[in-house]
């Protein structure tokens, strides 16, 4: 069996620790290829060669990937899919983009979020906002399917793949891009980070949400926000962990204002330890929460960045 | 332009799942169910295009059990315009995957030719967030997901996406598949009046069989598995004693 494996890059940098994990998780299916593709690859797709497990790397640079838009990509995977039994990527939105579309053009299922491998038919992935575990063996001839990069451990690296330049395919030309609004941040990426600290609404104000950052920043840590504290504007879009928004899995999470709604439990609570601060006592997250203070968080945040 | 809006009825985002004691299934006997969040985005969005003047007509549909009739009903008294219900299930455990869901989609999109059909991101049952995107590819139409801002132009539509980095901005020719993120718009309530008028508004019932697309599964479910729990935490009094306990056991 062979895997086509998208690797994740994003204006010409590979997003290392999501590439290698899906590596891990491939490894079970068969010999993984990586496709690079992007306006500029070759840099992303020598680091993706380093990957252990990983036999060859694809090089598909071309002006037409610069945006990662889902037709022109869709439409190189689908002109390479014969080759493979498996096309895979990490769950993130863009190859959450891109795959659906791949799968329905060679007239397939589509596996997304996947947390286990049973066998090269069999696959684990959790349904309801992972109040079930759901264990499905796809009938079709090729697989396609996204991995919840945080439930697999990351492939070493110390490999040298070869690499190889592919030419692009037609462009459907059905969507260009305009522009991205990217917020720079010397802090760790919310999926990959080993510390989380989280705001919900009850930080009250995007001004307030200092606080949540104070304390991650001396802990070297990533934010994350409730879909409250995003909707209310106190947190971009992209901090949003849980059922609709990121999945994260640190080594500590530490959620502050937060009531712990079965959606943001969905995306926090395969994190190894879980640290809760609510001024309610009944509040839910203290359910899943390692350790529980009930505090007001103006007083104990704080007092947590000065004592840590 | 048409406005096509594919609306699923599922599980009330409110109700705590209970995974079947044989393995079988979640329970959705007697539990409430609702329209997908999602895609109550979609309607919100769907009717503010046709009061902006921009669309013409709002179809929504919906394809499983005949009660997704009621969602219909819901997305009628939202200010829909039509609906089509397309019963492809008598159970309601039985959920009509992605792809044939996006097959039936494709075949009422040849029929109405609408010029956009915004889904939901993610159906809150399956979480496959697959449906759009597929229903693209059979089309050949341009896509753009997790909508957070919609822009409908003349033959386009500008639209931002929610990506993992922030938000993405790109312009998609019509017709073109848009689906909703959470911030895309805050849905309307249907009011009593408009719910009463929402019974005599059109509902035009089909099967998977008229648009002579196969429903048969392509995923077997082998299990469904309760996940697995917490060990029971514990409570501190104050910050140090917080502090300690985490350095304690190496967390810090
Ligand atoms: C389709 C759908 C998808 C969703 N997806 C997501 C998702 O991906 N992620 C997500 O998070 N949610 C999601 N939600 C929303 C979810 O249901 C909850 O509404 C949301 O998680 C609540 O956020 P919160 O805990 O910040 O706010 P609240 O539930 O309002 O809780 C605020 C908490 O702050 C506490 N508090 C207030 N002030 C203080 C203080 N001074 N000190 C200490 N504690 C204080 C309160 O006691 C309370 O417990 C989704 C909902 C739907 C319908
Ligand atoms: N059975 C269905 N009937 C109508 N619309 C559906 C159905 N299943 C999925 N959809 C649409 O596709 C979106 C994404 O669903 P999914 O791909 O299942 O996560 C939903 O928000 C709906 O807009």
Redesign the interface.
């Known amino acids: 069996m062979a895997v086509l494996l998208l690797a994740e890059i994003t204006d010409g940098s590979l997003a290392m620790d999501a590439t290698a994990k899906t590596v891990a998780a491939a490894s079970k299916l068969g010999d993984v290829t990586v496709l690079a593709v992007g306006a500029t690859a070759k840099d992303a797709a020598g680091e993706a060669a380093t990957i252990e497990g990983v036999s060859k790397v694809l090089v598909a640079e071309d002006a037409i990937y610069g945006h990662r838009l889902a037709e022109p990509t869709a439409a190189l995977i689908v002109s390479l899919a014969g080759d493979y039994s498996h096309i895979v990527a990490p769950a993130t939105t863009d190859a959450k983009n891109i795959l659906p579309r791949v799968a329905a053009l060679l007239d397939v299922m589509v596996l997304t979020d996947v947390t286990g491998v049973v066998d090269g038919d069999t696959f684990e992935r959790p349904i309801y906002a992972g109040n079930a575990i759901q264990t499905v063996k796809s009938k079709d001839a090729t697989k396609v399917i996204t991995f919840r990069t945080s439930t697999f451990d990351a492939a070493a690296t110390g490999g040298s793949a070869a690499l190889e330049d592919i030419a692009a395919a037609e462009n459907p030309g059905l969507s260009e891009w305009v522009s991205d609004k990217v917020a720079e941040s010397d802090r760790p990426e919310l999926t990959s980070a080993k510390i989380v600290v989280s705001g919900g609404r009850g930080v009250g104000s995007e001004e307030d949400f200092k606080i949540i950052e104070a304390l991650a920043d001396k802990l070297g840590a990533a934010v994350g926000a409730s879909r409250a504290a995003v909707d209310s504007g106190f947190a971009p879009n992209d901090w949003q962990v849980g059922q609709t928004g990121k999945v994260v899995a640190p080594e500590l999470y530490i959620a502050c204002g937060i009531s712990g709604a079965i959606q943001h439990l969905a995306g926090m609570k395969d994190s190894k330890v879980i640290v809760a601060i609510n001024k309610d006592e009944e509040a839910p997250i203290f359910q899943v929460a390692d350790y529980g203070l009930v505090a007001d968080i103006f007083e104990a945040v704080p007092e947590m960045t000065g004592k840590v | 332009m048409k406005v096509l809006v594919p609306v699923k009825r599922v599980?009330d985002?409110n109700v705590?799942?209970r995974?079947k004691a044989d393995g079988s299934?979640?329970d959705l006997a007697n539990v409430k169910m609702s329209m997908n969040p999602?895609d109550e985005i979609a309607v919100e969005e769907a009717i503010r295009l046709k009061e902006a003047g921009k669309a013409s007509e709002v179809i929504v549909v919906s394809i499983g059990v005949k009660q997704s009739q009621e969602t219909l009903r819901t997305a009628l008294a939202m200010g829909a315009d039509r609906a089509i219900l397309v019963t492809a299930a008598e159970d309601v455990h039985t959920d009509i995957?992605?792809?044939a869901v996006?097959k039936i989609l494709a075949a009422v999109v040849k029929e109405e030719e609408p010029g956009l059909v915004i889904c939901g991101?993610?159906a809150?049952?399956?979480?496959?967030?697959?449906?759009?995107?597929?229903?693209?590819?059979?089309t050949?139409?341009?896509?753009?997901?997790?909508a957070?801002n919609l822009e409908v132009e003349e033959g386009s539509a500008?639209v931002?996406?929610?990506?993992?980095?922030?938000?993405?901005?790109?312009?998609?020719?019509l017709p073109?598949i848009v689906t909703t993120?959470?911030?895309l718009n805050e849905p309307r309530y249907a009011s009593l009046p408009n719910i009463m008028k929402a019974k005599k508004k059109p509902l035009d019932e089909k099967t998977p069989e008229d648009f002579g697309v196969d429903v048969a599964?392509?995923?077997?479910?082998?299990?469904?598995?309760?996940?697995a729990e917490?060990?029971a935490?514990?409570?501190?009094?104050?910050?140090?004693e917080?502090?300690a306990?985490?350095k304690e056991?190496g967390?810090?």
Do not use: C, H, W
């Open positions: 599980i985002y705590k799942v995974v299934g979640v999602f995957e992605p792809l996006a991101k993610q809150i049952d399956n979480d496959l967030n697959a449906t759009g995107q597929m229903l693209a590819a059979l050949g139409f341009a896509q753009a997901t997790n957070n500008t931002a996406r929610e990506v993992d980095g922030g938000l993405q901005t790109i312009k998609v020719t073109a993120d959470l911030r599964p392509r995923l077997e479910v082998v299990t469904t598995a309760e996940p917490r060990a935490g514990v409570m501190v009094g104050s910050v140090d917080l502090v306990k985490l056991t967390a810090l």
